[in-house]
């Protein structure tokens, strides 16, 4: 079975601090994506990565960056967080190219910024 | 761009009745869709999955058919339990290289009771 885990399930955070998320995958997967999950507006994409160092940005990437050293790990980094920033935050790995589709989620972190 | 757009919940039902999750979308190509369920506490799992017109995804009960005509994919379950009790989400995506995103609907809360 695929498994991704993710650094923390919950963190608690204050207004400017520098946040890391981490997240491990242990099937070998090219790709890695970061969601953020809000109330009534379901998953928002952060950024999403398809190989080692590369980064595509998602839809909503302002306020966050990325970090792909090596293949199973996908870190997420609030430079300067803020209380807008608080929510669940997902990740998810996939196979590349023709054999993607599947996505496989991690259980979540859900950020609180104080 | 893409969008998909799911039924307001929440969803309240009796155990062993019928269940309708209406999910529609609007695509620039020709996705894959997909349902994902989120039980409390946990991170997205793939529920089921079609990938070409008229294709039916099947799983665990549940049932959805992607229909091209009316740019549909409704979830169904002939008789649902207490254990379906989660979140459900609509989403769409590609498999070509660069394009791997998924777009998820908003999610539709289910609540089973007994």
């Known amino acids: 079975d695929v498994k991704v885990t993710q650094s923390s399930r919950y963190l608690v955070k204050r207004t400017g601090e520098k946040v890391f998320l981490e997240c491990v995958q242990d099937?070998?997967?090219?790709?890695m994506f970061w969601y953020r999950q809000d109330p009534g507006l379901g998953l928002r994409l952060i950024y999403f990565?398809?190989?080692?160092?590369?980064?595509e940005k998602g839809d909503i990437p302002e306020g966050y960056s990325v970090s792909r050293e090596k293949k199973e790990r996908f870190s997420l980094i609030l430079e300067s967080a803020s209380t807008n920033q608080t929510s669940m935050y997902l990740c998810?790995?996939?196979?590349?190219?023709?054999?993607?589709?599947?996505?496989?989620f991690g259980p979540g972190t859900r950020l609180l910024v104080l | 761009g893409d969008s998909v757009t799911q039924m307001e919940g929440p969803v309240t039902l009796s155990e062993e009745a019928f269940l309708t999750i209406n999910c529609t979308y609007t695509?620039?190509?020709?996705?894959?869709l997909f349902w994902y369920v989120q039980y409390p506490g946990e991170g997205l799992q793939l529920l089921l999955k079609?990938?070409?017109?008229?294709d039916k995804g099947s799983n665990k009960g549940f049932e959805a058919t992607y229909r091209k005509e009316t740019t549909s994919f409704h979830l169904e379950k002939g008789s649902v339990q207490v254990s379906d009790s989660a979140v459900y989400f609509c989403?769409?995506?590609?498999?070509?290289?660069?394009?791997?995103?998924?777009?998820f609907g908003t999610g539709t809360r289910l609540t089973i009771i007994p």
């Open positions: 695509a620039t190509g020709y996705p894959s």
């Open positions: 099937m070998d997967h090219e790709n």
């Open positions: 998810a790995s996939a196979e590349g190219g023709d054999r993607q589709e599947t996505q496989y």
């Open positions: 079609a990938t070409k017109a008229d």
């Open positions: 989403a769409l995506g590609y498999s070509n290289f660069g394009n791997e995103k998924l777009t």
């Open positions: 990565s398809y190989d080692v160092k590369m980064k």
